[in-house]
């Protein structure tokens, strides 16, 4: 028997008890008949229940995602401010980001260099409502990642951009596309 096969019916076997199969298995001892109904059994168990468990844990984190767009959205016109990580306080791009998704139950670090190391890189192309779009501004040259946003779809993304101006949606023009460092999922 292989040692690839080996391993799999004795795991098999260890899941649906049956501790005689897995030590002939080991021995490398023929076995007549097995029951498949177990083995199909733990093979749903095993290997299908975690691809649906998965599946819905993937819906709900889009869910918060979205969600977390949502919240952006309502502190539009909300005045940028250096530092600033509430609705009465202002935001900066990082804080406007950190508020919406702690307001969605997912915890987010502080700054837009942190948030881009916290995320899964993700093709431009894919990007759905939620994730995270990292931008490098002339403003800061010290640090690769200087700004963030949130994806709303349909090329637009949501961002506190500067002192003097308030949270807004912008597009992905020109401007933006040239300063796009990446794009994150959580």
């Not at 998965?54 to 709900?60: A, D, G, H």
């Not at 190391?117 to 800061?140: S, Y």
């Not at 690769?144 to 946003?149: D, E, F, I, P």
Request: glycine share 6%; net charge positive.
């Amino acid at each position: 028997m292989h040692r690839h096969n080996w391993t799999f019916t004795t795991i098999f076997c260890v899941l649906i008890n049956l501790p005689s199969y897995s030590v002939a298995a080991e021995k490398n001892k023929k076995i007549q008949s097995i029951d498949t109904s177990m083995l199909e059994l733990a093979y749903q168990q095993l290997v299908l229940n975690h691809t649906e468990k998965t599946k819905q844990l993937q819906t709900q984190q889009n869910h918060l995602k979205q969600r977390a767009a949502i919240i952006a959205k309502k502190q539009l016109k909300i005045r940028y401010r250096w530092g600033g990580a509430s609705p009465k306080k202002g935001f900066d791009c990082s804080g406007l980001i950190q508020y919406s998704f702690k307001k969605a139950n997912i915890s987010l670090p502080r700054t837009a260099a942190s948030q881009y190391e916290k995320t899964k890189r993700i093709p431009l192309a894919q990007m759905q409502t939620g994730d995270l779009i990292f931008f490098h501004t002339p403003r800061r040259k010290h640090v690769r990642v200087n700004h963030v946003g949130i994806y709303l779809g349909k090329n637009q993304f949501i961002h506190a951009p500067r002192r003097g101006k308030t949270v807004t949606i912008a597009k992905l023009n020109k401007y933006w596309k040239r300063k796009i460092v990446g794009a994150g999922r959580i």
